[in-house]
């Protein structure tokens, strides 16, 4: 039986612009800019640090918040752009505008803050100098140190709304909105970076050797570029497009059957769109002598059904067929196969 297909733009959408507005708030919006104003803050009292000072570190370290600042910029960029309306050459949206964005803050974390770090301090290990005016750089870094646990704060309270009961591993690995799994991964890796930039200012002032700031600047960078290619690996899975996950799965297959006219699922895949869009498309078994409009009516309930149970399943293709055993066992993919039965783990 050939597919179902549904008028775009009337069952897809439900994505009116306070919508589209209340998704890109749930996204982290307020971690990006309580990250920004923190980082900004910071940038310009490290530089002001290291010119009075002359400490690698401290250079390192303004750069890395700089970076960091533009990051939180192509998050909120990001945000932005993904609310534009779906388009004919764009039919399901851009609400992946979102992962392209965290995907550029990985790449630009590992380019400006982690190979420029890795550089200076190859350069003040091999020249180094002693640190003039130690009270700068380690002002400075007790200053970054507090607001950079303000804005950890935040994102940490942000992210326990959405976290549930996951560790914090399973979040940052699981989580469909990347912002705050981003913005967590930024504000972890700068707190971690100030205290090794302190200790190598410490060990330089202690010792009367510069090597030592070198060696925290090195360490840094290092820091930097693990942080850039944890990010990376996590935003280019959202790019490839992720499944929803076991619960939501859980919550449509229940919904899909009623019992009556739609007896089983033959099998069924999920993709999400974007953050808070999900695509659901299912080959549902019906009962053999109903209908065509029965079907039809039992396909529009199973609709409504799994929008409530999930409100983001926003694009719904249901495809009615007649399960058979004989049928299903003529093909090598029986989930494939006409009316074959669902492959239980692949969603």
Same mark, same amino acid.
């Given at each position: 039986?050939?597919?179902?297909?549904?008028?775009?733009?009337?069952?897809?959408?439900?994505?009116?612009?306070?919508?589209? %507005? +209340?998704?890109?708030?749930? *996204?982290?919006?307020?971690?990006? !800019?309580?990250? &920004?104003?923190?980082?900004?803050? =910071?940038?310009?009292?490290?530089?002001?640090?290291?010119?009075?000072?002359?400490?690698?570190?401290?250079?390192?370290?303004? !750069?890395?918040?700089?970076?960091?600042?533009?990051?939180?910029?192509?998050?909120?960029?990001?945000?932005?752009?993904?609310?534009?309306?779906?388009?004919?050459?764009?039919?399901?949206?851009?609400?992946?505008?979102?992962?392209?964005?965290?995907?550029?803050?990985? =790449?630009?974390?590992?380019?400006?803050?982690?190979?420029?770090?890795?550089? @200076? *301090?190859?350069?003040?290990?091999?020249?180094? +100098?002693?640190?003039?005016?130690?009270?700068?750089?380690?002002? !400075?870094?007790?200053?970054?140190?507090?607001? %950079?646990?303000?804005?950890?704060?935040?994102?940490?309270?942000?992210?326990?709304?959405?976290?549930?009961?996951? /560790?914090?591993?399973?979040?940052?690995? +699981?989580?469909?909105?990347?912002? &705050?799994?981003?913005?967590?991964?930024?504000?972890?890796?700068?707190?971690?970076?100030?205290?090794?930039?302190?200790?190598?200012?410490?060990?330089?002032?202690?010792?009367?050797?510069?090597?030592?700031?070198?060696?925290?600047?090195?360490?840094?960078?290092?820091?930097?570029?693990?942080?850039?290619?944890?990010?990376?690996?996590?935003?280019?899975?959202?790019?490839?497009?992720?499944?929803?996950? =076991?619960?939501? !799965?859980?919550?449509? @297959?229940?919904?899909?059957?009623? *019992?009556?006219?739609?007896? /089983?699922?033959? +099998?069924?895949?999920?993709?999400? &769109?974007?953050?808070? @869009?999900?695509?659901?498309?299912?080959?549902?078994?019906?009962?053999?002598?109903?209908?065509?409009?029965?079907?039809?009516?039992?396909?529009?309930?199973?609709?409504?059904?799994?929008?409530?149970?999930?409100?983001?399943?926003?694009? =719904?293709?249901?495809?009615?067929?007649?399960? /058979?055993?004989?049928?299903?066992?003529? *093909?090598?993919?029986?989930?494939?196969?006409?009316?074959?039965?669902?492959?239980?783990?692949?969603?």
């Amino acid at each position: 039986m050939a597919p179902r297909q549904k008028a775009g733009k009337a069952r897809d959408s439900g994505r009116t612009k306070g919508q589209r %507005e +209340h998704m890109s708030a749930s *996204g982290g919006t307020k971690a990006i !800019v309580a990250a &920004l104003v923190a980082n900004l803050a =910071i940038a310009v009292a490290k530089f002001v640090a290291f010119l009075f000072s002359g400490s690698s570190s401290m250079l390192a370290e303004s !750069v890395h918040s700089l970076a960091d600042s533009g990051n939180q910029g192509l998050l909120l960029l990001g945000g932005k752009k993904a609310q534009r309306e779906a388009t004919p050459q764009h039919p399901f949206g851009y609400g992946r505008e979102r992962y392209i964005y965290a995907f550029l803050v990985s =790449i630009v974390l590992f380019s400006v803050g982690g190979m420029f770090a890795i550089y @200076e *301090g190859y350069e003040k290990i091999k020249h180094p +100098h002693e640190i003039d005016n130690w009270y700068w750089p380690v002002g !400075v870094l007790v200053f970054a140190i507090i607001a %950079e646990t303000f804005s950890f704060r935040t994102a940490i309270k942000e992210s326990n709304l959405t976290r549930g009961k996951q /560790s914090w591993k399973d979040f940052v690995r +699981h989580a469909k909105a990347p912002e &705050l799994p981003v913005v967590l991964l930024e504000d972890l890796g700068a707190l971690v970076g100030l205290i090794l930039a302190l200790v190598g200012v410490s060990l330089a002032l202690a010792t009367g050797d510069g090597v030592w700031d070198g060696i925290g600047t090195l360490c840094i960078g290092i820091l930097l570029i693990v942080i850039a290619i944890v990010l990376a690996a996590e935003t280019k899975s959202l790019l490839l497009g992720e499944a929803a996950g =076991i619960e939501e !799965v859980r919550k449509i @297959e229940a919904a899909i059957v009623d *019992g009556d006219t739609v007896t /089983s699922i033959i +099998h069924m895949r999920t993709l999400h &769109l974007g953050p808070e @869009e999900l695509l659901v498309a299912a080959k549902i078994a019906v009962q053999h002598d109903d209908t065509a409009a029965e079907v039809a009516t039992a396909i529009n309930s199973a609709e409504s059904r799994i929008r409530a149970a999930v409100p983001i399943a926003r694009a =719904i293709y249901l495809e009615p067929d007649i399960y /058979s055993e004989t049928e299903a066992a003529k *093909g090598s993919d029986r989930g494939a196969a006409p009316g074959g039965p669902s492959a239980p783990t692949a969603h």
